[in-house]
Each structure stands twice: as structure tokens, then as C-alpha cells.
């Protein structure tokens, strides 16, 4: 369930990187890279590059983090689905993995 809202959360943040253009049609993240000094041809390296750390930025924000918080959160699997072996083919022997002992914490 985590992941479908967080999945949902960057793909509008990736839509309102693309829709939110100022008269320029330049995102917020290359806004300013025209009055850089240096070569004309540099300016789509940085623009490129400031696009692309945005995206990145969504991505850690809307996606890694959360999912991250619940991972850390997150208890063992609960008794029935524990009883269903197709939703535990993680080891074993039809995986071909073996199963950690019962000793050890998850």
C-alpha cells in the first residue's frame, strides 16, 4: 500500500516539474542558468544537469525516504501469511536459498 502512494507521489512531482514553467518555459531548477558566464554551448549541460538533480530530488523525497521509514518500522509477517506458501517463497528448499535460523531477528 506504501509504495502505491509513494509511486503516485513522484510521478506528480514528476508532472509538476514538466508543467510548472515559468514565460520562458524553464523549470525551477533552470531558472538562472542563462546568466551563467562561460560558453554559449555549456548552458544545456547545466540546464540538463539542474533538471536532472531535481528529478533526483523528487525521487529521494517522494519515493526512497518514505518507503525507507516504513521499512525501518515494519514487524514480521503476520501468521496467515506466513501459513500460505506462495506468498513465502523467499527460501527454502523449492527457492534453493536457505531460510535463516529462527534465532535470528528481522
Same mark, same amino acid.
Given at each position: 500500500?506504501?509504495?502505491?502512494?509513494?509511486?503516485?507521489?513522484?510521478?506528480?512531482?514528476?508532472?509538476?516539474?514538466?508543467?510548472?514553467?515559468?514565460?520562458?518555459?524553464?523549470? $525551477? &531548477?533552470?531558472? @538562472?542558468?542563462?546568466? !551563467?558566464?562561460?560558453?554559449? /554551448?555549456? %548552458?544545456?549541460?547545466?540546464?540538463? $544537469? &539542474?533538471?536532472? @538533480?531535481?528529478?533526483? !530530488?523528487?525521487?529521494?523525497? /517522494?519515493? %526512497?525516504?518514505?518507503?525507507?521509514?516504513?521499512?525501518?518500522?515494519?514487524?514480521?509477517?503476520?501468521?496467515?501469511?506466513?501459513?500460505?506458501?506462495?506468498?513465502?517463497?523467499?527460501?527454502?528448499?523449492?527457492?534453493?536459498?536457505?531460510?535463516?535460523?529462527?534465532?535470528?531477528?528481522?
Amino acid at each position: 500500500m506504501n509504495e502505491a502512494l509513494t509511486t503516485g507521489l513522484i510521478f506528480t512531482a514528476f508532472a509538476s516539474i514538466r508543467y510548472f514553467l515559468d514565460d520562458r518555459g524553464q523549470t $525551477l &531548477a533552470e531558472r @538562472g542558468a542563462d546568466a !551563467l558566464r562561460g560558453r554559449a /554551448g555549456r %548552458t544545456w549541460a547545466v540546464r540538463a $544537469l &539542474a533538471v536532472t @538533480g531535481m528529478v533526483q !530530488l523528487a525521487m529521494f523525497l /517522494g519515493y %526512497t525516504f518514505p518507503n525507507t521509514i516504513v521499512g525501518f518500522h515494519s514487524t514480521q509477517w503476520n501468521a496467515d501469511t506466513q501459513k500460505r506458501s506462495y506468498l513465502t517463497y523467499t527460501c527454502g528448499p523449492r527457492v534453493g536459498r536457505p531460510c535463516p535460523p529462527t534465532a535470528v531477528k528481522r
